[in-house]
């Protein structure tokens, strides 16, 4: 053991020490000041793992990924965190411009402002119109393609999108983007997609 690691049990000893000398001082009955005790050093010996063995930073990694809204990548499943408003969130590369779009399964198409489709070398001009039913009516817009979204590692080429102003967000990545992965799906507050 070496001089910091003694250093730090002593630490670890006194607080026990305190902690029962408290207990018996306040003439707490064997069995619940037992399991108060069995509490405290739990408190202790996980505040020492955390600042001894750099624990935190182990511990708190995936809380951490969580709460930055990075999405995570294993082998070729792609986990994204739930934002604080409950939505899935990703910034997708669409024609290679980096482009944040909300996850929508209740939508059909993936669906894009007029500048963001600018932005990402859509031809939006190009396609013809179409009414789209949405959560706020019927709205009209431009039915086109784009030629490569990206999600992590994930990668769908020529695809359907829809043009519109009209739609209230940047973008939305649509049911024809995640019924070409082969599995997707929200486990607690991940949303997994796997190509």
Known sequence: MSGEQGAQALYLVGFLVIVLTGLVARRIPFVRGLLMAASWVAIFGLAYLVIAGGGLERAGGQLTTLLSGKPQVVGDT???????????????????????????????????????????????????????????????????????????????????????????????????????????GVEGRWMVLEP
């Open 78 to 184: 792609v986990r994204i965190p739930m934002s604080p408003d409950g939505h899935f969130y990703v910034t997708a590369r669409v024609n290679g411009e980096p482009i944040r779009l909300l996850i929508d399964s209740g939508a059909t198409v993936t669906s894009f402002s007029s500048d963001v489709a600018l932005r990402a070398d859509i031809d939006a001009q190009g396609g013809y119109r179409v009414p789209v039913r949405t959560a706020n009516g019927v709205v009209t817009a431009r039915r086109t393609r784009a030629e490569e979204i990206e999600v992590e590692t994930i990668k769908v080429e020529d695809m359907a999108v829809l043009v519109s102003d009209s739609f209230g967000v940047d973008g939305v990545l649509g049911m024809n983007f995640l019924s070409r992965l082969r599995r997707w």
